[in-house]
């Protein structure tokens, strides 16, 4: 049967799960008997070396001292302060008036708010922490069983609690709170992804990982410093807040007292933090040594345990998975526009596994050989972990077939409850369970999806240009030759699309640069009009003068008006292929299965792309300009902060995206109906595309406006021309051509 043709299958069915998902029914349940007999052995300890007892010595010294040394400057500017005020109040016998004031009061002002900025990440408010999954030993005993044998083994406490969430990661930390100081108390954090993707050694494996940090408990105490530290030298210097835009106003506005007193208070505010941050890269660099040991020591638990071959093959599995998220979370983005959200985002991250292509794989293999460790990183590169752990040629003493999902009674519920959690701990109130649907409903949507999308590139086999629609005419025409003579047609311009294929590719690559050029030219016009300089080069200039910008665009304008013929050419090939095959949908001897809905998906889907294309592919080729255009001003941003001319020419940039932005809103109008399941039915395309145009001082909204109306329009036109196309591949099909092959 035809692929786009095919039946759906139920969801839930077992067979098709497998055999299109990939995914094994599931597992019967590992007993906690099986799990203790699989532990065959003890893992041998090791004693440190000397040197590494002296490094940690010094990190410890370090760490100490950091925290000391900023105490003391913020002790310095409290005692200056003081000083002043009980020695210099003299001044008010020798000086009057508001220079008396300024003269006692001033340094007071200037010091204390020094004081302030050092002192307020002190009392900044923790992050929240996400929605926790709570499980205990009574849910899990097999799962409670394998971290008993691993603790053991590794010599690590055991912990108090586990947790499970939605991440790529698993974690065991000290739990907060008063009496975790004074008796250590572990949480481990397990990644459902990873129980999801992982066989029952490798899991095992990063169990052991996790908890042979806690085997080495002053090392592990010393490196909670480390990383407390170091977070908060990072708050100090790089954190900013009302505060920090407070004193950036205070600086620039009121008196002459109040302006040259607010910016004495930002140069010392910013060269206290310089030598803060000169702090952090101390203490950073004298740590990284420390933790990159902590890991390798961490991985011989791993390779001890489990086997440096399971360590090695764990570590690109993880990879792999980092890769999969990313496909699920795109997923995930395109559920959620039609206010959808799959039940399950391990499982999901489990099915995106087959969709990465070899080529992705060989890309993450050549990265994986090509990384080195830097001075400055806390865990060694990949490349040197496996072969680490491959030195060691451990064959392991933890055993057990299956996959990790097998150490859990019941994971699929255990994933949609956590899945659950997840979603609330983003949306809040917001979330609402009745939005969730069965994640290979979602897969299927996606894959579905990815099918129309290789039919279009078969149909209109040709690098696409956005601003270049496939001009359709209002109607599709009905087809007035006998079908034979409609056959020979359509061969014929299939013929004369790959005969020309070579050709439009070469013409699209230049003129995507001549794109590129003219929003070059543009920005510098824009910043010539107000008054700010540049190097002529960076703009692909000959001076920095209007004569140049526009010598430049008129160049432009004669390299588009040459290719212009022949890309037109081409697309009214892709634009007469598709309406003669819709056309012949009508004919009973061209007649496709389910040729009722196909007419009926033709009718509502080919008038919008045409409609959409007719109202609104002029207004986005402007508006995408004028993003282009302040994105470049914007590059010039960086040194220039202060250039009053910059600051013009980015106003007047914003300004006119502003203009751009309504104009494309009106353009598309409020009566063309988004064709597609969303969040709101019955949505306007307008809405869909770009529900509010942000304020024009807004510069920051405003090209993230543009970026989303881009995408969206974009995506939705060709999202529609990719179900035509497949309609246009089931004609052709019916008729004996087969797909036009399509470069991969």
């Known amino acids: 049967m035809d692929e786009f043709a095919r039946e759906p299958a139920e969801v839930g069915d077992p067979e098709h799960d497998e055999e299109v998902f990939g995914i094994e029914p599931d597992p019967v349940p590992f007993t906690p008997e099986q799990v203790r007999a699989a532990f065959r052995g003890a893992i041998p300890p090791k004693r440190l070396p000397a040197s590494y007892r002296l490094w940690t010595l010094v990190v410890a010294c370090v760490m100490v001292t950091l925290p000391l040394i900023y105490l003391a400057i913020v002790g310095f500017a409290v005692y200056a302060m003081y000083w002043h005020a009980t020695r210099n109040h003299v ?3 020798s000086v ?10 001033g340094p007071l002002v200037v010091l204390g708010t020094v004081v302030l900025f050092l002192a307020k990440p002190l009392f900044a408010k923790r992050a929240e922490r996400g929605r926790r999954r709570s499980i205990g030993r009574d849910e899990e005993p097999a799962l409670f069983a394998l971290v008993d044998g691993v603790c053991k083994a590794v010599g690590a406490p055991l912990p108090v609690r586990i947790d499970v969430d ?11 709170g008063l009496i975790s100081l004074l008796r250590r108390r572990l949480v481990l954090r397990i990644g459902l992804p990873l129980v999801a993707v992982f066989e029952a050694d490798q899991f095992a494996g990063v169990l052991a990982h996790e908890f042979g940090h806690f085997a080495q408990s002053a090392g592990m105490s010393l490196s909670r410093v480390i990383r407390s530290v170091n977070a908060w030298f990072a708050r100090v210097v790089y954190a900013r807040d009302e505060w920090d835009e407070a004193l950036v106003e205070w600086s620039k506005s009121g008196n002459l007292y109040t302006i040259i007193l607010g910016n004495l208070a930002r140069s010392l505010v910013w060269a206290t933090r310089g030598i803060l941050r000169g702090l952090m890269y101390v203490g950073h ?26 360590l090695a093959s764990r570590r690109r599995r993880v990879r792999v998975a980092l890769m999969a998220q990313g496909g699920a979370m795109s997923d995930v983005s395109e559920s959620w526009r039609a206010g959808r959200l799959p039940d399950d985002l391990p499982r999901l991250i489990e099915a995106n596994l087959p969709q990465i292509s070899d080529a992705a794989i060989r890309s993450l293999e050549d990265s ?41 009674r019941d994971f699929e519920a255990l994933s949609r409850a956590a899945t659950a959690h997840h979603y609330r701990g983003l949306l809040g109130e917001g979330f609402e369970p009745e939005r969730l649907q069965p994640y290979r409903e979602v897969v299927r949507g996606v894959e579905d999806l990815q099918a129309d999308y290789k039919s279009f590139q078969r149909v209109c086999p040709a690098s696409p240009l956005f601003h270049r629609p496939i001009p359709l005419p209002a109607e599709p025409p009905s087809v007035a030759e006998e079908t034979d003579a409609a056959r020979e047609e359509l061969e014929r311009l299939r013929g004369e699309q790959a005969a020309a294929r070579g050709e439009h590719d070469a013409l699209a690559a230049a003129e995507r640069e001549a794109l590129g050029l003219r929003v070059s030219a543009q920005a510098a016009q824009a910043m010539l009009a107000a008054g700010f300089r540049f190097r002529p080069a960076d703009y692909g200039l000959t001076s920095v003068t209007d004569e140049a910008a526009r010598s430049a ?19 009214q090939l892709c634009a007469r292929r598709m309406t003669l095959a819709l056309g012949l949908l009508d004919r009973d001897d061209a007649a496709i299965d389910e040729a009722e809905a196909a007419r009926a998906e033709v009718g509502a889907l080919y008038p919008f792309a045409s409609e959409l294309t007719a109202r609104a592919w002029p207004a986005l080729c402007a508006m995408l300009q004028a993003r282009g255009v302040l994105r470049s001003i914007l590059g010039s941003f960086e040194g220039n902060e202060r250039d009053d001319a910059l600051r013009r020419a980015i106003l007047a940039a914003a300004e006119d995206l502003h203009s751009r932005l309504g104009g494309l809103n009106a353009a598309i109008g409020d009566d063309l109906t988004y064709p597609f399941e969303a969040s709101r039915p019955g949505i306007s395309t307008a809405d869909h595309v770009l529900p509010v145009v942000p304020d024009e001082n807004d510069v920051g909204g405003l090209l993230q406006a543009a970026e989303q109306a881009g995408e969206r329009l974009h995506r939705t036109y060709i999202r529609a021309l990719s179900r035509l196309s497949a309609i246009v591949e089931r004609v052709e099909a019916r008729l004996g051509l087969p797909p036009l092959a399509m470069d991969e």
């Open 368 to 408: 994986l050989a090509a990384e080195k460790t830097g001075v400055f990183d806390t865990h060694p590169a990949d490349r040197d972990r496996i072969a680490a752990a491959l030195r060691i040629d451990a064959t392991g003493v933890f055993h057990l077939e299956g996959p990790a999902t097998a150490f859990f």
């Open 96 to 105: 009057r008036g508001k220079a008396a004031a300024v003269a006692y009061f």
């Open 91 to 93: 001044v008010f016998q």
């Open 285 to 310: 660099a004298v740590s990284c040594t420390m933790l990159r040991h902590m890991e390798f020591d961490a991985d011989r638990c791993e390779a001890l345990l489990t086997g440096s071959a399971t």
């Open 166 to 176: 939605c991440e790529v990661n698993a974690a065991a930390g000290a739990e907060r």
């Open 553 to 571: 665009l008129d160049a432009i304008d004669r390299g588009v008006r040459e290719r212009s013929p022949a890309l037109d050419g081409y697309d």
